[in-house]
């Protein structure tokens, strides 16, 4: 007959790491006209859809997929969203109130203010705020 004998672990249970959560927002206000006309054009620009993808992926996070949605009887009015491996990223485009509202977050390590922080840059709004959401509640 053969014995089964448990033994029990001699090490000590390794502590769960904190959960890492980044979440901001960012709204851009007084966008300029010609930024919605020239991000929506595909006339030898980048779109903004691609310009975001290259943003996201720099910094190295996964985009598993993207949904974009074109507003009719708006130039330059959309909503996309992006599944990251991380979490997600969406925009939201108002070029009849020259504003663009921006939500990403994230659990993974990469920090998402640099894509924030250079959309920005390439918009270049009269002004722009970024927020910072707490999700630290575990």
């Known amino acids: 007959m053969e014995h089964l004998i448990y033994m029990q672990s001699q090490t ?7 959960l890492r959560q980044i979440h901001k927002t960012m709204d851009l206000i007084g966008v300029p006209d010609n930024v919605f006309s020239i991000l929506f054009s595909k006339e030898g620009w980048p779109t903004l859809e691609q310009i975001i993808s290259d943003l996201i992926e720099g910094i190295g996070m996964v985009i598993l997929q993207k ?3 074109h507003f009719n009887g708006y130039d330059g009015a ?7 491996a991380e979490s ?3 925009i939201h485009t108002y070029p009849e109130h020259n504003y663009i509202a921006v939500d990403i977050f994230t659990c993974g390590e990469s920090d998402p203010t640099e894509v924030l922080v250079r959309l920005n840059d390439i918009i270049n709004p009269e002004k722009y705020v970024i927020q910072d959401i707490s999700r630290n509640a575990v």
């Open 67 to 69: 949904m974009t949605h």
């Open 88 to 90: 997600h990223f969406s």
């Open 12 to 18: 000590e249970p390794q502590p769960i790491p904190p």
């Open 78 to 84: 959309m909503t996309s969203v992006f599944l990251l």
